[in-house]
């Protein structure tokens, strides 16, 4: 190998390890700015218009598939009437569709450490008034248990959170849909 080439085959070297080595930083720095909590402002600009995946027509199930779950057509005509709730977690501290903090407490403090989050506190208290068959969909109390810790440390749409713990749990789409909406008739 000459002078020429060992010179280029180390400039090489130089550069991919420059581009290596920078690379991790930049991915951490964006997973960093992901999962920081941002201002008020920039909450309600970001999720302006945003439509949760549970309610997006195309993961809306049949109305056949629902009949297939038992649903009668009044409690299917309730759950497809249910609106996006507008609420938005953040490592499970949930803020209103204006971005207003719904975990303050007296002092005006966000109070999430060491305490569950708003969203689990509420499906804690819902939990005995789900119907049996959502209960059971769940998979019980070890279920909910799973799927509790699930949304207590999303980011994203509360909606988004019990639907992603629900897959989770090994439901097909269409339960998933259905425990989702369901419980969000009885928390929100």
Request: charged share 20%; with cysteine; hydrophobic share 40%.
């Amino acid at each position: 190998m000459d002078f020429s080439k060992k010179k280029a085959s180390q400039l090489l070297i130089a550069i991919l390890a420059s581009v290596v080595t920078l690379v991790p930083i930049g991915s951490s720095a964006t997973v960093f700015a992901e999962t920081t909590p941002k201002n008020e402002e920039a909450l309600s600009v970001d999720r302006n218009g945003y439509t949760p995946y549970v309610d997006r027509i195309e993961n809306i199930p049949s109305i056949d598939e629902l009949k297939e779950l038992g649903l009668s057509d009044d409690e299917i005509q309730r759950l497809l009437s249910i609106k996006p709730s507008g609420i938005y977690l953040i490592n499970g501290a949930a803020y209103d569709r204006n971005g207003n903090s719904l975990e303050k407490n007296n002092s005006g403090a966000i109070s999430t450490q060491g305490k569950l989050s708003w969203a689990v506190k509420l499906l804690r208290a819902a939990w005995d008034k789900l119907p049996k068959g959502v209960q059971n969909a769940i998979g019980g109390t070890a279920g909910f248990s799973t799927l509790l810790s699930i949304i207590d440390t999303y980011t994203g749409a509360v909606e988004d959170a019990v639907l992603e713990g629900c897959k989770a749990l090994g439901m097909s789409d269409t339960v998933a849909w259905w425990v989702t909406k369901t419980l969000m008739a009885f928390v929100l």
